[in-house]
């Protein structure tokens, strides 16, 4: 079955950058649909930045400082967070969606101290 894996969170001062990976594996086919979403405590998950096959979208909050991209693998994309604020902090997760099915990973912490 599908299955979506997240790394690269962890702890970095306020100012500092981490990339963050996803890798899905388990299809034979190409999500052209992928994204990050973040969450923390009491609040819904949100986006972050999404990929497709000709574009990508961002949240306004990370605009200019947090960067998508698709890996040489496929299935692979990165998120590449620079300039990280507190506010930053949450579980990063990755999402591939193939049609209306949206396969989720089990999410990233991202800690970020002032």
């Known amino acids: 079955q599908v299955q979506v894996v997240e790394s690269g969170g962890g702890l970095v001062q306020a100012g500092g950058s981490l990339r963050l990976s996803c890798a899905v594996s388990?299809?034979?086919?190409?999500?052209?649909?992928m994204g990050w979403y973040r969450q923390t405590p009491g609040k819904q998950r949100e986006l972050v930045a999404a990929?497709?096959?000709?574009?990508?979208n961002y949240a306004d909050s990370v605009k200019g400082r947090f960067t998508i991209s698709r890996g040489n693998a496929k299935n692979t994309v990165y998120l590449q967070m620079n300039s990280l604020e507190p506010e930053d902090a949450a579980v990063y997760y990755c999402?591939?969606?193939?049609?209306?099915?949206?396969?989720w990973g089990q999410g990233t912490q991202v800690t970020v101290s002032s």
């Open positions: 999402n591939a969606q193939m049609g209306h099915v949206g396969y």
């Open positions: 388990g299809s034979i086919f190409r999500f052209n649909d």
């Open positions: 990929i497709t096959s000709g574009s990508t």
